[in-house]
């Protein structure tokens, strides 16, 4: 894998979709700055820049693309456009109608998935998501991010042996913003 950082990218997200104010994070954490990246998901050439630097970071192996809702479905979408690997859409929780399931797609048993999601600060939903994939006989090692604000060199999954490959950190948007 190759990490190849993209000074513009990272100072073209961070101007469409960094917010300041006083936040709650998914985590409960208070923030007074946000990312919102459906600001940059909802603009085609951005999203596409990004999906075309995590073809990049996906693993080896990697047999379906699983996009979190909601901001990683777009993400995954665009991913699985590039590459041709089938998508997997998995909800926050398992749907309480018709097919009941977590995650909607292609049988998930025996395969190897890459998770696809837009921003990680704690990994709580990715982590979710990890465990009940895994339940349902899923290989899950890696998840491939848009946005990774967590701690620099702290890995917020390492309790689920999962790998986080961002497309971009919390720092590079940092640098970007004071470049600006």
Do not use: W
């Not at 101007?15 to 459906?38: M, N, P, V």
């Not at 990049?56 to 693309?65: C, I, K, N, S």
Request: proline share 5%; aromatic share 4%; hydrophobic share 45%.
């Amino acid at each position: 894998m190759t990490q190849h950082h993209d000074p513009a990218l990272a100072a073209d997200i961070d101007a469409a979709c960094r917010l300041t104010g006083e936040f709650t994070l998914r985590s409960g954490q208070q923030a007074t700055e946000y990312f919102d990246k459906y600001l940059f998901e909802a603009q085609p050439a951005l999203l596409d820049r990004v999906a075309t630097a995590m073809v990049g970071l996906l693993p080896g192996g990697t047999e379906l693309l699983g996009g979190l809702e909601l901001g990683g479905v777009p993400i995954a979408t665009m991913v699985s456009a590039k590459t041709g690997l089938p998508t997997l859409f998995v909800r926050k929780k398992a749907k309480e109608y018709g097919t009941c399931k977590l995650a909607e797609g292609p049988e998930v048993a025996g395969r190897t998935i890459t998770l696809i999601e837009d921003v990680i600060t704690t990994g709580g939903a990715v982590r979710d998501a990890t465990k009940a994939l895994r339940d349902a006989g899923a290989i899950v090692r890696t998840v491939v991010c848009a946005i990774d604000r967590s701690p620099a060199d702290v890995n917020p999954l390492a309790d689920v042996d999962l790998e986080v490959r961002p497309v971009l950190t919390k720092a590079q948007l940092d640098a970007a913003r004071d470049q600006a």
